[in-house]
């Protein structure tokens, strides 16, 4: 009897500590060498046109074929709207993308994609007609930039070898709109490359409300400068050239036309007298005949909104149809800056044509409501909220949804407000961590994308009244496989730096952590204007960080001066010397870690990527004495080599602003460099290029200076595909642990 009882009880331990295991086995081959640790997400979900819908791109792996399925927020009823499959579809059709017409239908759908920059692309199109089941071709078949079908669903443009062009849906028939389009000259329709990667201008043309005119960019890049890229993947290697314009040279020509469909005639807007400008957006209004356009100078100091308005009735043509009757143009809205003013797509126009907008102008990103003359009605939020995305506006309620950091930098949480700025109130109840939501067509329910620290992304289906409704996806089997690591908890802290300053950061320290011992600590860093790391948000390099803590390392992130949250004071002190202040905040950061009982102060280092990596090489020259190792990964290293919409927002040219260009480069702290540095590039990075890396390397042979590096062939600014990850997390990862 007491063998039995000492068999069950050795049972029961076995058991326990079974359910109890602890997963040691981190390795990077599971982190980025498979999917194990990987978020999922709802499929392509899109809010459907018409109300109390939302649809999925859904892919059956048995069949190989994909199909839109719509499912009712109500009640989760789902319904198959199409199954790409049959005799219409292309053999092997995959699904990349697809867009519901205003009536439902029609649907866009896009395949066998080309990734050209950071947001665009040219892919095969066809648009099926749902009530008749026709396929449409689009080009016949040669792929395009942006299709997109008028409002009244009878003709779809796009833009194809830098010109604009329209299919007429009912006999399929095209039409070339512009004819002087050319690569590395003109562009129409699509944006050039630095207008797409720091004004995210990426579909440069917008069809009017009752779809009769388009509006459209036209980009001269006649005097813009090329740059020449090689590719090694040739016996003779080959040169990718492009227009780049870097600070202080110049710009493409950028100018608004118009084409009037119902008159076959273009026409240009004459916006301005000063050319060397940038139009960072346009917009129709709820006039069919308003057209909105933003113009910043070329110093992003002074921002005007115009309206671009037409005789309700043009009179017919005189002999010259290229005359159109001429538009009004009135400058509605000005803002000034001491520094700079960011561009965002906070923009709405309500029936009345009156308007809501954000502004930084008193201190933080509010909301205001102005009359369609532009004059200010009502400001809808108090200080010290920061606004960062107006999400959406029930215009039958009188309701703005928006995102806001409030009341911390480290969350980001869901609110909404009245239009007379009243009922200023959070969506929900009990909110952490951050936050991101999409409203369906009525306004009556919403999606809700939620993540923390340690809560991988969740979303969830909510009435707007804030009754869950359904979970779409709560990623439990990373969050259970997370848990059985028993990972200590991160840590959020403030750093003081002196003068009343302190800086948000976040601890990750290893699992055996012994406040007795002395710990080496390795900083992450990005840092760069507006950004924010230090936050209440499941970290896509989590299990990384997690990797170095098991090999006894304490990983830690600092939110410097010059991120985001906190306001414009904090914000904008970096203006005209970039990476100055934001360097000297990690080192007294890390000089204040060193006073630690449990850091090892002899050994401090940090790592980033891009203006991270910029970060990195700054403070393992300037900072030599604080920091023992840097790795940089595709790092700006001089200004003057960067394109000039980022760095002329920040720095003005290198003629206004020569000294702070040379304190503001790392080139000019190369002497000072005595710990390890990894330096790592793509060769093929169209944004941070290669050129930064060997400039820097060609001064630290000039100065006898030892360092490692790293370059992947062919690779962007992203070094990803196949195994490319893999290989550069155990390169940095034994990089940092064996010298460390």
Known sequence: MNQMRNTFFCILLLVSLSLHAQDNNLTLERIFGSSEFATKYVPDMQMYPKGGYYTTNEFNPQSKINAIVKHAFKNGASDTLLKCSGNMFPKGFNLEEYHFSPTCTKVLLGTNSNHIYRHSSEAEYYLMDLQNNKMHQINEGKKVFYPTLSPDEKRIAFVYKNNLFIQDLSNDAIQQITMDGEMNHIINGKSDWVYEEELVVVQAFAWSPKGDKIAFYKFDESKVKEVELPRYDSTYFTQYKYKYPKSGEDNSVVSIWV??????????????????????????????????????????????????????????????????????ITTIYTEKSSTYIDITDNLFFLKDNSFVMTSESEGYSQIYHFSKEGKLMKKLTPAPFEVTSILGMDESKGIIYFQSENPSPLVKFIYSVKLDG????????????????????????????????????????????????????????????????????????????????????????????????????????????????????????????????????????????????????????????????????????????ATQSYVDAARIGIYGWSFGGYMSSMCITKGADVFKLAVAVAPVTDWRYYDNIYTERYMQRPIDNKDNYDKSSVLSYVDRLKGKLLLIHGTFDDNVHPQNSYMFINEMIRLNKKYDSEFYPNKSHGISGGNTRLHLYNRISKYIVENL
């Open 259 to 328: 084409y009037h469909i119902d008159r076959a005639m273009q026409e240009k807007l004459y916006l301005h007298e000063e050319k060397d400008q940038y139009i960072p957006r346009i917009k129709w209004t709820n006039d069919n005949n308003i057209l909105s356009v933003q113009r910043l100078n070329r110093m992003q100091n002074e921002l005007e909104l115009l309206l671009v308005t037409w005789p309700a009735v043009i009179p017919p043509p005189a002999m010259d149809k290229r005359n159109a009757a001429s538009p009004v």
């Open 422 to 593: 009243k009922d200023l109130k959070p969506l929900l109840k009990n909110q952490s961590g951050q936050n991101s939501a999409t409203f369906s067509a009525d306004y009556n329910y919403f999606v809700l994308s939620n993540s923390s620290y340690n809560t991988p992304l969740n979303v969830h289906i909510y009435e707007t009244s804030g009754k869950r409704i359904k979970t779409l996806e709560d990623n439990s089997a990373l969050k259970n496989k997370v848990a059985s690591f028993h990972f200590p908890e991160r840590e959020f802290l403030k750093i003081p730096i002196g003068n009343d300053v302190y800086l948000n950061a976040s601890m990750i320290k290893p699992t055996d952590f012994n406040k007795d011992k002395k710990y080496p600590v390795m900083f992450s860093i990005y840092g760069g204007p507006g950004s924010q790391m230090v936050n209440d948000a499941w970290d896509r390099l989590e299990m990384w960080y997690r990797y170095l803590a098991n090999q006894g390392i304490i990983v830690v992130v600092v939110d410097n001066r010059g991120t985001g949250g906190r306001g414009v004071d904090f914000k904008k002190v970096t203006y005209k010397k970039l990476g100055q202040i934001e360097s000297d905040d990690q080192m007294a950061a890390a000089q204040w870690l």
